[in-house]
């Protein structure tokens, strides 16, 4: 069994920032990718970042030069820092873990909400 544990969603202004974190536990082969998905109102799930264990990185698009993925390969954590936050990145963000023989993990979800 492996869980994923998020926190750090919350309501922010536009221009605001905030900073999601994942920890993965639990029967967890060695994992190759963490990182964070969001799903808006209506819409489907999108990759907004992530990064594999040796530390390379990739982010969508939109949310490139504001928001910073980062891990801890140790606790087995990703965090996610997002700044300049705009309401458009208002949506569910969910964890993601990808382990060395292909199997992917889901968190629950924390809500991001972008006023403006």
């Known amino acids: 069994q492996v869980q994923l544990a998020e926190s750090g969603g919350g309501s922010v202004q536009a221009g605001g920032s905030l900073r999601l974190s994942c920890t993965a536990s639990?029967?967890?082969?060695?994992?190759?990718?963490m990182g964070w998905y969001r799903q808006a109102p209506g819409k489907q799930r999108d990759l907004v970042a992530a990064?594999?264990?040796?530390?390379?990185?990739n982010y969508a698009d939109s949310v490139k030069g504001r928001f910073i993925i980062s891990r801890d390969n140790a606790k087995n954590t990703v965090f996610l820092q997002m700044n300049t936050l705009k309401p458009e990145d208002t949506a569910v963000y969910y964890c993601?873990?990808?382990?060395?023989?292909?199997?992917?993990?889901w968190g629950q979800g924390t809500q991001v909400a972008v006023s403006s």
């Open positions: 639990g029967n967890i082969f060695s994992i190759l990718r």
């Open positions: 993601n873990v990808l382990d060395q023989i292909g199997r992917n993990y």
């Open positions: 990064i594999t264990s040796g530390g390379s990185t």
